[in-house]
């Protein structure tokens, strides 16, 4: 019996009852003086995990709890901590341990400048951002953002300034159990260093990832994990066929977004967009408009195709479950996809993450011919970080016309 199938078997629970659930892994309850279900489980350090369903309606809450179960144990799986803050959370703590220190007389003659790194750029930049969800793009997003709003690359001081206040930032995250296991967090720039091709896939690799997402689906051993999974598969093809950058800009994306761009007889999908470089549209592969066609009839949404969404202007996020719910672990559900198909990292040894699907649809739109000004405000980036990420590539992908 799978663990759906049973939820339903009370017919009636009283508001005082405790009910177990998956062979009693998982129980639900209410505490006095709430009205809303909560679920427990214990960890394999034997300490108990709790957290509120946030409904009322015993039979959501039983769904809702397994689906809390099975996240925690992929990010146990992957060495994520179950217990996440955000970079500003953490930050104003550091704050007040620096602050302290000052007025104690016993702080570093740098806190000063720490303090103001943190309160003018990496409370802004990365505030709201989890720290587990810090990832290499979203640091060199940063360093292209700070450049932006100083009108001038830093010098060497202020990015050593800038990377010890960031890194006191992490230590305490770490020190606090916000970082568990051989999880990394990377660091900023403090010196200037040259950069590296990041991970993306061959055209080889993406025909294997495609195939292969079906018997990823397959294989899901709940009706939660299938449902993940069927949600992670058509990101990943719109990641692939745009080029926009996760979380940031295609978490964000409402129905009411997409339009049809007319040049001439021809009609091409236009998706607007709003990231840290600020709003854009951009033009999406006519692959992505199978995809949503395909979310359309899963999420049982009230419209015949994509054409009448774009006509009632839906204002409904794309990506989430038929039941609306948006999933906040898709890169841990990627991860385990990467793993399963036998391409977690490139041929340098370097793990693939969704924002490699970035990658890919620059590295193949500059193969096509795409020129760099054009990618830059599809992808909305500078020409400056297309050249210094990709320019590397652009002789070895032009090899027939240059030999």
């Not at 970082?179 to 690799?205: M, Y």
């Not at 999974?229 to 093809?237: G, V």
């Not at 979380?247 to 129905?255: I, K, N, Q, Y």
């Not at 195709?305 to 719910?325: C, G, H, Q, R």
Request: include cysteine; aromatic fraction near 10%; charged fraction near 25%.
């Amino acid at each position: 019996m799978s663990n759906l199938s049973y939820l339903f078997s009370n017919a009636e629970v009283k508001d005082d009852a405790v009910i177990k659930l998956m062979n009693d892994k998982l129980v639900i309850y209410k505490r006095p003086k709430s009205s809303h279900w909560q679920c427990r489980f214990k960890l394999a350090n034997g300490k108990w995990h709790s957290a509120s369903t946030n409904t009322e309606v015993i039979e959501q809450a039983k769904i809702q709890a397994v689906s809390i179960y099975e996240t925690a144990q992929i990010k146990i799986n992957v060495g994520l901590s179950l217990t996440t803050k955000t970079f500003k959370q953490v930050a104003l703590d550091e704050l007040i341990n620096m602050r302290s220190q000052l007025n104690a007389g016993v702080a570093k003659r740098a806190y000063r400048d720490y303090e103001f790194a943190i309160n003018k750029y990496l409370i802004p930049f990365f505030g709201k951002y989890e720290i587990k969800d810090i990832t290499k793009e979203l640091v060199a997003d940063f360093e292209q953002w700070r450049s932006s709003e100083m009108g001038k690359v830093p010098k060497a001081s202020t990015k050593l300034n800038h990377s010890s206040a960031y890194n006191r930032v992490i230590n305490l995250a770490r020190e606090r159990g916000y970082i568990v296991g051989n999880h990394t967090v990377p660091l900023l720039d403090s010196k200037g260093e040259k950069s590296i091709a990041r991970p993306a896939f061959t055209d080889e690799e993406v025909r294997d990832l495609l195939g292969y997402l079906e018997t990823w689906q397959k294989t899901s051993y709940t009706e939660h994990t299938l449902k993940m999974r069927i949600l992670c598969s058509a990101y990943i093809k719109f990641l692939l066929h745009t080029g926009v950058r996760h979380g940031t800009e295609a978490l964000r994306v409402r129905w009411k977004n997409l339009q049809w761009h007319w040049v001439g007889h021809k009609k091409y999908l236009r998706v607007w967009v709003s990231g840290k470089t600020g709003p854009r549209y951009l033009i999406a592969k006519r692959e992505v408009i199978e995809v949503l066609e395909g979310l359309i009839k899963w999420q049982r949404l009230d419209y015949k195709n994509l054409n009448s969404v774009i006509e009632a202007k839906l204002d409904k996020l794309v990506f989430v479950l038929p039941d609306n719910t948006q999933l906040s672990n898709m890169e841990n559900i990627f991860r385990n996809l990467m793993i399963r198909s036998h391409l977690r990292t490139d041929q340098s040894g370097r793990n693939r993450t969704l924002y490699s699907l970035r990658h890919t649809y620059a590295t193949q739109a500059l193969a096509r011919g795409i020129d760099i000004h054009t990618l830059a405000r599809q992808m909305g980036t500078s020409v400056g970080m297309i050249e210094k990420h990709y320019s590397k590539l652009t002789p070895m992908l032009k090899a027939d016309e240059l030999g």
